[in-house]
Antibody, heavy 119, light 108 residues
Framework: QLQLQESGPGLVKPSETLSLTCTVS??????????WAWIRQPPGKGLEWIGS???????YYNPSLESRVTISVDTSKNQFSLKLSSVTAADTAVYYC???????????WGQGTLVTVSS | EIVLTQSPGTLSLSPGERATLSCRAS???????LAWYQQKPGQAPRLLIY???SRATGIPDRFSGSGSGTDFTLTISRLEPEDFVVYYC?????????FGQGTKLEIK
């Protein structure tokens, strides 16, 4: 059974960079059939897709965040990561790491991690 | 960007009743690449339906999806107490991937 687990700081200061890592177990991140994605959910609000990355390089991001986002994949550790720069209070959210199939929906989700942006 | 609008925002029904949730897209969703998710409080969303009408693994058959183009529906035939949570639609036919704002199903 595939499992995803987010890790990283729960508190980030305004203007700094949010960094999260997702560890994938029970399957290979080098799958030819999947992208690896980040989705966030502000407290009490809906879901927002941040971006997705294929293990071998191609990535696509939400245009609303693209200038601040980088998703990277480390196949040696079976992990992928999110960096979001110049954060503000509006970036406070639960961040989920997720598996996305090629022309398929988001089928496996991590439990989510709350990141609060505050000084 | 495809905007998904879900209605109603909140649906009040009783256990055993039938629920019909709507998701309307601002433009056609290619190849019916439309999914539905269920989210319980404090949990990650769970995939219910993909391809507009195919149930994900382990999803009870009381959940069904239908529709194409710009209009999609999630139907729950006989509501169980655990079904009274939030539901989201999502399109994966184009980038950026987008979600509807959610429908909350509450006990009447």
């Amino acid at each position: 059974q595939l499992q995803l687990q987010e890790s990283g700081p729960g508190l980030v200061k305004p203007s700094e960079t949010l960094s999260l890592t997702c560890t994938v177990s029970g399957g290979s991140i080098s799958s030819s059939s999947h992208y690896w994605a980040w989705i966030r959910q502000p407290p009490g609000k809906g879901l927002e897709w941040i971006g997705s990355k294929y293990y071998s390089g191609s990535a696509y991001y939400n245009p609303s965040l693209e200038s601040r986002v980088t998703i990277s994949v480390d196949t040696s550790k079976n992990q992928f990561s999110l960096k979001l720069s110049s954060v503000t209070a509006a970036d406070t959210a639960v961040y989920y790491c997720v598996r996305e199939g090629l022309w398929s929906p988001f089928d496996y989700w991590g439990q989510g991690t709350l990141v609060t942006v505050s000084s | 960007e495809i905007v998904l609008t879900q209605s109603p925002g909140t649906l009040s029904l009783s256990p055993g009743e039938r629920a019909t949730l709507s998701c309307r897209a601002s433009q056609s969703v290619g190849s019916s690449y439309l999914a539905w998710y269920q989210q319980k409080p404090g949990q990650a969303p769970r995939l219910l339906i993909y391809g507009a009408s195919s149930r994900a693994t382990g999803i009870p058959d009381r959940f069904s999806g239908s529709g194409s183009g710009t209009d999609f529906t999630l139907t729950i035939s006989r509501l169980e107490p655990e079904d009274f949570v939030v539901y989201y639609c999502q399109q994966y036919g184009s980038s950026p991937r987008t979600f509807g704002q959610g429908t909350k199903l509450e006990i009447k």
